[in-house]
């Protein structure tokens, strides 16, 4: 007998309740998909990055000033977000701006945000 008031005490399987759940459930490859999705954000340069983008397009130089790294640490954040499509970039002379890449990114984050701001 379990003693743990957080685990069953009897092995009860609910057929109907697995059932309906199982048709629903995520693939292997859905879920390791999500699960990349959600690493762009376990990041605080990222979310800082990503932050900055909700304003507007910018430049890496900008990114860099603006969070006192050097263009080098940047650009490798921004490689990462952009090779997980969570970012995009177009070049214009010899700058190259970077914007999101759709709008399911500010309201993943802004989610994520108003969840831990309803616990403060």
């Known amino acids: 007998m379990n003693n743990s008031k957080f685990e069953c005490e009897e ?14 459930m995520l693939s292997v490859e859905r879920s390791n998909e999500l699960s990349t999705l959600f690493k762009m954000f376990a990041d605080p340069t990222r979310l800082k990055i990503l932050g900055m983008l909700f ?3 910018l430049c890496v130089c900008d990114i860099a000033c603006l969070l006192n790294m050097t ?3 940047v650009s ?21 701006f970077y914007s999101l890449d759709d709008e399911h990114i500010q309201m993943i984050y802004d989610a994520g945000l108003a969840h831990i701001l309803e616990r403060s």
């Open 71 to 73: 263009h080098s640490a």
């Open 55 to 57: 304003h507007e397009e």
């Open 76 to 96: 490798h954040q921004l490689s990462v977000l952009r090779q997980n499509h969570i970012i995009k970039y177009r070049r214009s002379g010899k700058n190259v």
């Open 11 to 24: 092995l009860q399987i609910h057929d109907e309740v697995v059932g309906r759940i199982k048709k629903d």
